[in-house]
C-alpha cells in the first residue's frame, strides 16, 4: 500500500521567502508528527496531531513555524520569512493509532535556504 | 543534559561481529521505546520496539532498564547491509504534552 508522501522533495529558498511542505500520512492514520532534522542529527520533534487536533507544538523553533492538519489527513507545515538556519530536511511520519504506536515517515523534504 | 544520550560512533566492525549500542534518557516517566535504522539520506525505518521484558528479531536483541533509564540494542552476526545509523527514541505523554524524542544516532559501519 501507499507509505507516507511529503512535497516537494526539494526545495530552495531566498532568505525571507514564505514556503509551504506538505505530508500526505497512510490512509486512516490517525496520528501525525512533524520532525526537523539537521545533517549529523537525529530528527528533533516540531509538533504533533491527533486527526486534526493539534496537542503539541512545543518544538516548533519560533513563531515563523506553523502546522495544520484541517480535516484529519494531509498535513502543511508553513515556514514563514525563511533563515539560513531553517535549511534542514523536515521529516513527516504517520501512526495508526494513538500517540505512543509506531512511526512511518515519509522521505523528508530538504530544504535549502540561500 | 540531552533528553535522549547515545554514543555517536562511528563503530566499524568486522562482518560477523557482535556489536551493542546503549542509550540512556532522562525523563522517568517515559513511556515507550523504540529502536529506528536509518540509511544515508533515507528517512528512518522502525527496525524494533523495546521492552522491559526483552524482545529479539532474528539477529537483533533489545532491552529496557527502567530503573536505570537505558535501553541497548545487540546485533550479532554482523552484515554488511547492517551498515547504517541506529537512532534510540523515547516517547513522552504527559500532561503537559506528547513528544518523541530520538537520539542523534549511533552510525555503524561493517566491513567486509
Known amino acids: 500500500g501507499a507509505g507516507v508522501s511529503q512535497s516537494p522533495r526539494y526545495k530552495v529558498a531566498k532568505r525571507g521567502q514564505d514556503v509551504a511542505l506538505r505530508c500526505d500520512p497512510i490512509s486512516g492514520h490517525v496520528s501525525l508528527f512533524w520532525y526537523q532534522q539537521a545533517l549529523g542529527q537525529g530528527p528533533e520533534f516540531l509538533t504533533y496531531?491527533?486527526?486534526?487536533?493539534?496537542?503539541?507544538k512545543s518544538g516548533l523553533p519560533s513563531d515563523r513555524f506553523f502546522a495544520e492538519r484541517p480535516e484529519g489527513s494531509v498535513s502543511t507545515l508553513k515556514i514563514q520569512r525563511t533563515q539560513q538556519e531553517d535549511s534542514a530536511v523536515y521529516l513527516c511520519a504517520s501512526s495508526l493509532g494513538q500517540f505512543q504506536e509506531t512511526q512511518y515517515f515519509g522521505p523528508g523534504t530538504r530544504l535549502l535556504v540561500l | 543534559r540531552k533528553e535522549v544520550e547515545q554514543d555517536p560512533g562511528p563503530f566499524n566492525v568486522p562482518e560477523g561481529a557482535t556489536v551493542a549500542f546503549n542509550c540512556t534518557y532522562s525523563?522517568?516517566?517515559?513511556?515507550?521505546f523504540f529502536w529506528y535504522r536509518q540509511d544515508c539520506r533515507k528517512e528512518p525505518k522502525l527496525l524494533m520496539s523495546v521492552y522491559s521484558s526483552g524482545n529479539e528479531d532474528g539477529r537483533f536483541t533489545a532491552q529496557l532498564n527502567r530503573a536505570s533509564q537505558y535501553i541497548s540494542l545487540l546485533i550479532r552476526d554482523s552484515k554488511l547491509s547492517d551498515s547504517a545509523t541506529y537512532l534510540c527514541v523515547v516517547n513522552n505523554e504527559n500532561t503537559g504534552g506528547f513528544k518523541t524524542i530520538f537520539g542523534a544516532g549511533t552510525r555503524l559501519f561493517v566491513k567486509a
Open positions: 525523563n522517568s516517566a517515559s513511556q515507550s
Open positions: 496531531f491527533q486527526n486534526e487536533a493539534q496537542l503539541d
